[in-house]
């Protein structure tokens, strides 16, 4: 039972540029979250997913995109990296009260 | 959901009990009151929560007032392992979590 795994651990990206961050999680919970964390800040919700084929704006959504096509994974869509992206990316899944966090993805644009 | 109000820092003694306050004054009766850990850059993680009343398990123990305007998180025996911030946080049934500052704990030996 591996929880929640997200890839990858780190990257650094050129303005512009695109990538996907990965999540998945194999509790076989409904919920699903995106946040973002700044340094020294606490966490914004970027996107959440209630269940597959359900997604729905956070506090933070602007320069994202999500789907949920399983119950299982819900990637995050950067498509024209910015500076202001750069953060800390922390995916999570809950059944109902309690989160499962991931480790984080450590992005950098430059 | 409702808004909260935690010290930005606090320092406890290793081996002693740690007591982190929580004031969510605009809390309403179907929220529920949630804390969380952060050590270091890792995710956060799950400690307890509660409605009403007093709860504990085998990481500590959670009290709320009367009137749910506060609450404190105690660590019984703190050790150095337990340095982290540490976020109380008020939700209600849309299961969206949102975090503030929370509070600074430094375990000192």
């Known amino acids: 039972n591996a929880g929640v795994t997200q890839t990858p651990k780190f990257r650094i990206l050129k303005i512009g540029q695109s990538m996907t961050l990965q999540c998945t999680q194999d509790?076989?919970?409904?919920?699903m979250y995106w946040y973002r964390q700044d340094p020294g800040m606490g966490l914004k919700l970027i996107y959440y997913s209630v269940g597959a084929g359900i997604t729905d704006k956070g506090e933070v959504p602007n320069g994202y995109n999500v789907s949920r096509s399983t119950t299982e994974d819900f990637p995050l869509r950067l498509e024209l990296a910015a500076p202001s992206q750069t953060s800390v990316y922390f995916c999570?899944?809950?059944?109902?009260?309690?989160?499962?966090f991931g480790s984080g993805t450590r992005l950098t644009v430059v | 959901d409702a808004k909260t109000t935690q010290p930005p820092s606090m320092d406890c003694a290793e081996g002693r009990a740690a007591n982190l306050p929580c004031n969510h004054s605009?809390?309403?009766?179907?929220?529920?009151v949630y804390w969380y850990r952060q050590i270091h850059s890792q995710g956060p993680q799950y400690i307890i929560h509660?409605?009403?009343n007093n709860e504990t398990n085998e990481m500590a123990s959670l009290i709320i007032t009367e009137d749910r305007k506060s609450s404190t998180l105690i660590l019984p025996h703190a050790t150095l392992r337990d340095t982290a911030v540490y976020y109380c946080i008020v939700r209600d049934d849309d299961y969206k979590l949102s975090f503030g500052a929370g509070t600074t704990v430094t375990v000192r030996a």
């Open positions: 509790m076989n919970h409904n919920y």
């Open positions: 605009t809390i309403s009766g179907n929220e529920y």
């Open positions: 509660g409605l009403k």
């Open positions: 999570a899944s809950s059944l109902s009260r309690d989160y499962t």
